[in-house]
């Protein structure tokens, strides 16, 4: 197979080591004589590996000892609701910041269990700009702030933390490991796999140990964190080859200089991809530039019935899935962890070239 650059939102391109190794270890994994996919989650051989994946985790991320984390299934959405049925404990508000798609989604669902205070509102500039913190309105009785510091579908990444006397919740599913983190500035911190972790199947789940064993009664037993952190996330039988695949991707993020080291190379990504587009006439990014995000890169064409023969031409030079959100028109590159510098300069080179023939 020629080498093809996939520009997937999620579920998004692999390390191909990494997907080298899964091919490797596919028909037994260890000395198991059976695959990873076929031993049990209780058994020596996946205690290890669970263990294992957790320090590195939390080695790359410098997790504080007084942080669980749990290895769920459900996706980030699912988080929507097991948040606020952790976090209320008692109070009857919610702060949330609106800035795009998924952080509307959690807002619905935190609807059904409370008040919601939007705290901030990017509606108006259709997800392209995030107001300055010193404006949001936030409501002090309120249980926690809930925000999406990186909004896959517009492109829209926040370049600050929100400081706040109340736990600080954040939806990092598109933007965990693709750059460096303070993790004591957060109360929760959840993402899906399938972007920037692994597959799909896993919810990574990082708390501060006191948010924990405060669940709203006649909530489901498995939406309570506690249940998942007393049991070492194997109350029930958990994901188990996710859980291997992030075991392989944590690994080879340690092997290529952790976090830092993506971080270098993630904004170079971006770099060059932002500053081809705003070179051009051609193509056009909407976003402030100060919160374009580094990991999803929406970009559109001068003429919009260009926009087949372009998603045309790219598959033909092994660049795909490159068709932006149906909501936002264009393209979108999705440009996680596993997409190298490589892939972003024939993209770049493709898109001009392109302009050239049909500009
Ligand atoms: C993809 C995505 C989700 C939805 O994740 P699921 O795992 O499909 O539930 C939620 N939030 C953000 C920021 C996302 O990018």
């Not at 935190?110 to 901030?120: E, G, H």
């Not at 690994?251 to 060059?272: C, F, H, R, S, Y």
């Amino acid at each position: 197979m020629s080498q093809v650059y996939n520009f997937s939102a999620g579920p998004a391109m692999l390390p191909k080591q990494v997907l080298q190794l899964m091919q490797q270890e596919l028909l037994e994994y260890n000395k198991a004589r059976a695959s990873v996919m076929e031993i049990s989650h209780r058994g020596a051989d996946f205690m290890e590996l669970a263990q294992k994946s957790e320090q590195d985790l939390r080695d790359l991320m410098n997790i504080p000892d007084n942080y669980k984390v749990l290895f769920m299934q459900g996706g980030a959405s699912a988080q929507f609701s097991m948040v606020p049925i952790n976090l209320l404990r008692g109070k009857t508000i919610a702060n949330y910041a609106h800035t795009g798609h998924w952080s509307k989604k959690a807002i619905a669902e935190a609807q059904r269990y409370c008040d919601v205070n939007i705290c901030t509102d990017s509606l108006e500039n259709q997800y392209t700009n995030i107001e300055d913190f010193d404006s949001w309105k936030i409501n002090q009785s309120g249980a926690y702030l809930h925000y999406t510091p990186n909004e896959t579908i517009a492109g829209l990444e926040f370049d600050y933390v929100p400081e706040v006397d109340m736990p600080l919740v954040a939806d990092m599913s598109s933007t965990i490991l693709s750059r460096e983190v303070d993790v004591s500035k957060y109360g929760v911190i959840y993402a899906g796999a399938q972007k920037n972790i692994g597959i799909s199947g896993l919810t990574i789940v990082i708390v501060e140990q006191s948010l924990i064993g405060h669940v709203v009664a006649n909530q489901p037993i498995l939406f309570d964190y506690a249940t998942q952190a007393n049991n070492d996330s194997m109350y029930n039988t958990p994901s188990t080859y996710p859980w291997y695949v992030a075991s392989r991707i944590f690994e080879w993020l340690k092997d290529q200089g952790g976090v830092p080291a993506m971080a270098k190379i993630n904004a170079q990504k971006a770099k060059t991809l932002y500053q081809a587009i705003d070179e051009s006439d051609f193509y056009s990014n909407p976003v402030a530039k100060k919160y374009r995000s580094w990991m999803n890169v929406p970009f559109l064409l001068a003429n919009e019935d260009l926009n087949s023969l372009f998603l045309q031409k790219a598959a033909e030079n092994n660049l795909i899935t490159l068709k932006g959100h149906r909501s936002v028109g264009g393209m979108r590159a999705s440009i996680y962890n596993a997409m190298p510098q490589e892939g972003v300069d024939v993209l770049v080179r493709f898109m001009q070239d392109f302009e050239k023939e049909n500009g």
